[in-house]
């Protein structure tokens, strides 16, 4: 634990960013429905992020990279050196979308391939999803009832606008939760890697 602290704090220095800890949401500047659904902010290592990425095999130049509940943007920043036709990081606490946007700003020009950043300040279960194909990435966002919300959501997209969704969970709780989601299969056996192309 203490050495991908370690890591994220190296990538920090290394980028002239602010990206690592562990930081508790303060409810007080939620909006009233979201309440007390959502988790505390803790960035996913950049290895992990990438061996996750390994595991989904598509043209990135025709994706959209979504990353629910993106906190300081530690995955934004990583995404953004993979060619993704967009990026878009949506975070429902203020203070840490600001802090996001800022770390956005701040990195280098020379490492990002990806020309479509941006992080948006809202619920993420209620997200209004681009109609391009999509990588949706999860991190212990919210709770089991916000994710439900967030599955119709992104349901409903799908029935709306038929294209290739996947959905890449970093957490064993969601990934269950998506195995009984009748739009999604299981793609990977091992990584939580979950997509839709049709709709039932
Ligand atoms: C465990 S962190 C993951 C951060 C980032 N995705 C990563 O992997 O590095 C979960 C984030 O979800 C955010 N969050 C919680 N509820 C949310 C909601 N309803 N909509 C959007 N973001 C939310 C939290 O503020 C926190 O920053």
Known sequence: MW???????LFDW????DTAGISRLH????????????????PTPRRTFHRM??????????FTFVDVGCGKGAVV?????????RIIGIEVSPRL???AEKNIRGYPRSR???????????????????????????????????????????HRSLVQNPRRIMVVS?????????????????EKEKASVFSGSSCS
């Not at 993420?124 to 599955?151: I, K, Q």
């Open 3 to 9: 050495v991908q602290g370690f890591e994220q704090r």
């Open 14 to 17: 290394w980028f002239g960013v």
């Open 27 to 42: 409810y007080a500047e939620l909006p009233p429905e979201v309440g007390k659904s959502g988790y505390r902010y803790e």
């Open 53 to 62: 990425l390994r595991s989904v095999c598509i043209d990135y130049s025709r």
């Open 77 to 85: 920043l990583y995404a953004s050196e993979v060619p993704f036709k």
């Open 97 to 99: 979308h600001q802090l």
């Open 112 to 154: 990002i391939r990806c020309r479509d950043v941006s992080v948006v300040c809202g619920d993420g279960a209620t997200f209004s999803f681009p109609n391009d194909p999509l990588v949706v990435y999860l991190f212990n966002p919210f709770n089991e009832s916000t994710l439900s919300r967030l599955f119709v959501n992104i």
């Open 170 to 186: 970093r957490n064993p709780d969601c990934a269950l939760q998506l195995g009984g989601e009748p739009s999604l299969i299981k």
